[in-house]
């Protein structure tokens, strides 16, 4: 560890101060180095379109190559987002990138690719943790709910700044649907809802959600929260409901943020 990529924390134990974030979408795998003093971005991002087919190999040459376009030292920890559910670090199933990536183990794969310590984690949790972290539900105690309006529903459980991840809300099933089909950014595109219209449908969501876990707050992101003035006045829940601040750069923030703490603890193990 370096001068340049090594500080101190609050408990004392040195740990980088920089790592690279990832976020693989279906259509773009964007990434930048993220620094983790602040949360900000600490060069502009990059983005490559995704490789069609979106196979694992062809994937991970692209994360591989988008890395090495920053001149990064190896010990800076690589956190990588996925649209899909991972547990520690396996894909449990996809459905938005080829269909090949079920079972794999992400973080092996991508430390063949690129030498570094990896995390692998889902979208909405990684933009959850930037969000708790630095953004919108910073220091906030209890259970905050941050959901991803997108082409799907994502969603992310943090309980007193603790991660419980791979929630999937966005596929309850409500009124006989998969929820996301219904209330999602896409959704309104495909069905052209007026904001009243997506606004009816969000509340039916996020009341079904409040239901059942009682946050104390709820952050809404995904690319659709930067016009949130036309949809979240409309909602009417018991929580706070606030628009997410880091918006674009969410996934990627929130994986370097949890490859960071990972590098760490797996530091402090040793
Ligand atoms: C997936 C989630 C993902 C969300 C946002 C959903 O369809 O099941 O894993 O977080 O889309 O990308």
Redesign the pocket.
């Known amino acids: 560890m370096n001068a340049h990529t090594s500080s101190h924390h609050d408990d004392g134990s040195a740990g980088p101060a920089l790592a690279f974030g990832v976020d693989v979408g279906g259509s773009g795998v964007k990434g930048a180095p993220v620094d983790l003093a602040t949360g900000e971005l600490a060069q502009d991002r990059h983005r490559i379109p995704t490789p069609q087919p979106s196979t694992p190999q062809a994937v991970a040459e692209v994360i591989g190559r988008l890395v090495d376009e920053y001149d990064l030292p190896t010990d800076v920890p690589l956190g990588v987002a996925f649209?899909?559910?991972l547990q520690r670090g396996v894909v449990r199933s996809m459905?938005?990138l080829d269909q090949s990536w079920t079972g794999v183990d992400v973080p092996a794969l991508l430390g063949r690719e690129t030498g570094r310590h990896v995390v692998a984690v889902?979208?909405?949790d990684a933009a959850g943790v930037a969000e708790v972290r630095y953004g919108a539900a910073r220091d906030t105690d209890g259970v905050v709910l941050v959901a991803?309006l997108?082409?799907?529903?994502?969603s992310a459980l943090i309980v007193d700044g603790i991660l419980l991840p791979n929630s999937?809300l966005?596929?309850l099933e409500i009124d006989g649907y998969d929820a996301?089909t219904r209330a999602s950014e896409a959704a309104r595109d495909r069905e052209d809802l007026s904001w009243e219209q997506w606004a009816e449908r969000l509340q039916r969501y996020f009341g079904v959600v409040e239901d059942l876990l009682s946050p104390d707050l709820v952050v809404v992101g995904g690319g659709v929260s930067k016009k949130h003035e036309k949809f979240l006045p409309l909602l009417h829940l018991r929580a706070p409901v606030v628009p997410a601040r880091l918006r674009n750069a969410a996934g990627i923030v929130g994986a370097a943020a949890l490859a960071a703490e990972d590098a760490r603890r797996a530091a402090a193990a040793r």
């Open positions: 649209p899909a559910p459905a938005n889902n979208d909405a991803t997108g082409t799907g529903i994502g999937e966005g596929h996301e």
